[in-house]
């Protein structure tokens, strides 16, 4: 029986979620969903000079948000925790001895000095500094000391590290279901550190263990990660532990196409880079992203599903994603297709949904002046209906305002370019006329204007365009919005009336 599908999504709490992060997370969680296995949270905060306060919370509320929480971590253990490194810090440095009995690792006692001047001097002459087989017997550490040498060191409390052993003239066969076989020569890997001299693993060494306690069978992951991958696979066998699969995720490119997307891009290109607000940078949610948007672009930007579908629900996500028909090349971001996919959730949501989201931005906006009236303007039914006139326009939430203003207020100025192309000599006496017409009508709805002023440009020997564009234009003081009709049944016989008024008296 082969193992029971566990993946892990392992950020350090360094800071907010880059959209990336959240990719990586979206396709563990679609993995482990559609092998019926777990999704697990780790938090990798071995690194304390670089943890960021609150960011594992920004991380656990990012992952709710999108509504891809986690089966186990920090808070909903389950025999596999503490979920935090820190947490778990005394449990890493008998593996660390393990590797050394093993002779798989040894101390170095080589002073950050040392090895700065060594990084340096090789920087002068136009080389780079790798601590490995070809100058390890050269430098401070366990393999160049006598026996009895580093027994003194050692009883002195001499500040160490752990480093591995990386062998020489090997060649290592890597595999990652993305990329595929993968070979590497030993000779060029650094000795890695696995132990810091502050009684802390490294990440290298965490990460490892981590992953077989908790019994991690995929590892998936951002490409960064993989020229770690030579490293890891031979922790693995050093430890004689059978080793997770591992996949590496292509990166997420700027817009342009070249070069990783970066926090600045999103500033520049005015879209948001994190999934929630973190200081002054706006989150997806706030920005008034659903969900179902971020996920859906984000599962498309290095996967495809082998079809021309483009919209996927998260269940749908579950069933389709595959992880071996993940790209290896990057991932253009276009901030254009999120809009677009916003659009289309934005149409798929719940009424109640849209108009709670849009009440607060109504209230904001809401001119005591220039509302006809303020029971409509608060009224749920009457908003959903303006909602349901717009909607279709609409990407987010927020556009609502924009492109409803009028149901609200009766509009104070008019598009003087649409006044200039649509007044003529004879539009106040048409408008007029279409004021007493309207006057006789009891029933004012969509349908009955419609018969009743098509019925009367007929008879009148008048053409559309003379009618229907000033009055859209003294309805809306502009030529947009929906169907004319429907709005001049919602806002009502007497609004509409008084709108005509107002017009022939401005203009
Ligand atoms: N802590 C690493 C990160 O911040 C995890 C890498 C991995 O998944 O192995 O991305």
């Known amino acids: ?38 999704f697990i949270l780790r938090i990798e905060d071995t690194d304390q000079k670089r943890y960021v306060e609150g960011a594992e919370k920004y991380i656990i509320d990012a992952l709710n948000w999108c509504g891809i929480p986690f089966d186990e971590g920090p808070g909903k253990e389950s025999g596999h925790g503490p979920y935090r490194q820190s947490e778990r810090k005394l449990l890493y440095k008998k593996y660390a001895d393990q590797l050394i009995s093993g002779g798989k690792a040894y101390y170095a006692f080589d002073t950050p000095e040392s090895l700065d001047f060594h990084r340096k001097d090789h920087e002068s002459k136009g080389k780079t500094f790798i601590y490995n087989w070809h100058n390890r017997l ?68 965490a990460n490892i263990v ?18 770690s991958l030579a490293l890891h696979t031979q922790l693995y066998e050093a430890f004689g532990w059978e080793a997770p699969k591992f996949a590496h995720l292509p990166l997420i490119m700027k817009p342009e196409g070249k070069g990783k997307l970066s926090k600045r891009d999103g500033e520049k290109g005015g879209f948001p880079i994190f999934p929630l607000s973190w200081g002054d940078s706006v989150g997806y949610k706030e920005a008034g992203y659903f969900p179902e948007s971020v996920l859906n672009f984000l599962a498309l930007l290095g996967w495809n599903p082998g079809t021309e579908q483009e919209l996927f629900e998260l269940n749908e996500l579950i069933k389709a994603f595959d992880l071996s028909r993940v790209h290896k090349s990057g991932a253009r971001f276009d901030p254009e297709k999120t ?22 931005i109504l209230a904001k906006k809401l001119s005591h002046e220039l509302a006809f009236d303020l029971n409509l303007a608060e009224n749920d039914d009457y ?15 927020l556009d609502f305002w924009e492109l409803g203003a009028y149901f609200f207020h009766t509009p104070n100025s008019y598009n003087e370019k649409v006044v200039k192309k649509q007044w003529k000599e004879n539009t106040p006496n048409i408008l007029d006329q279409i004021a007493s017409l309207l006057e006789s009508l009891d029933d004012f ?26 009055l859209r234009l003294v309805m809306v003081g502009d030529l947009k919005g929906p169907h004319l009709f429907d709005i001049m049944a919602l806002v009502g016989k007497k609004e509409t009336l008084k709108r005509i008024r107002i017009a022939l008296e401005k203009l």
Do not use: C
């Open 138 to 205: 050269k430098l401070d550490n366990s393999l160049s000391l006598s026996p009895d040498e580093l027994q003194t060191r050692l009883a002195k409390e001499e500040k160490f590290v752990i480093r591995f052993y990386n062998p020489q003239d090997e060649v290592l066969h890597l595999n990652d279901i993305i990329r595929g076989a993968i070979q590497i020569d030993t000779n060029i890997l650094d000795d890695k550190v696995l132990f810091k001299s502050d009684g802390m693993p490294t990440y290298h060494l």
């Open 383 to 397: 908003i959903s209906r303006v909602i349901s006139l717009i909607k279709e326009r609409a990407s987010f939430v």
């Open 445 to 470: 709805s969509s349908s009955k204007l419609e018969d009743v002023i098509k019925k009367w440009i007929g008879e009148e020997g008048l053409t559309f365009g003379q009618v229907m564009a000033p």
């Open 339 to 360: 809009k677009w996919y916003n659009h289309h959730y934005l149409q798929e949501q719940d009424d109640a949904v849209l108009l709670n989201s849009f009440k607060p």
């Open 1 to 38: 029986m082969s193992k029971k599908v566990r993946v892990r999504f392992a950020p350090s709490p360094t800071g907010p979620l880059h959209i990336g992060g959240v990719r990586t997370a979206l396709y563990n969680y679609l993995f482990a969903k559609q092998n019926n296995g777990d």
């Open 210 to 227: 981590d992953d077989h306690l908790m019994e991690i069978s995929h590892v998936i992951r951002g490409e960064e990660w993989l020229p």
